[in-house]
């Protein structure tokens, strides 16, 4: 079992950036992928971005493509979301998630993580 914790969110102007971590406690962080995932006032929880456990692989949202960077580091238990060039739409709740069970079929989907962190909300100004 794994328990995660972000930090790093704000209010930030558009065209601003942030960087969000997620700390983890427990054993063997290196064999979750972890997930950043949010949710906006009024929507569902989507998916932003992943990164394997083996190899490193990063997959993201179309929407974030070229603008966040998810990077881990595994001697610190620490998954991060490197966020530029922010837009009003990025403005939500940004949650990081976990499981042991990363599959190119369902790694978008909230239900594909076992494990939350209680989010950190990420307001972005026009």
């Known amino acids: 079992q794994v328990q995660l914790a972000e930090s790093g969110g704000g209010l930030v102007q558009a065209g601003g950036l942030l960087r969000l971590s997620c700390a983890a406690s427990?054993?063997?962080?290196?064999?979750?992928?972890m997930g950043w995932l949010r949710q906006a006032p009024g929507k569902e929880r989507e998916f932003v971005a992943v990164i394997t456990s083996i190899g490193g692989r990063t997959y993201y949202a179309d929407s974030v493509k070229g603008r966040f960077t998810i990077s881990r580091d595994n001697a610190k238990n620490t998954v991060y979301l490197q966020m530029n060039n922010l837009k009003p739409d990025d403005t939500a709740v940004y949650y990081c998630?976990?499981?042991?069970?990363?599959?190119?079929?369902?790694?978008?989907?909230?239900?594909?993580?076992?494990?939350w962190g209680q989010g950190t909300l990420v307001t972005v100004s026009s």
């Open positions: 998630a976990a499981t042991r069970s990363f599959s190119m079929t369902t790694y978008t989907r909230p239900s594909a993580y076992n494990y």
């Open positions: 427990g054993r063997a962080f290196s064999t979750y992928a």
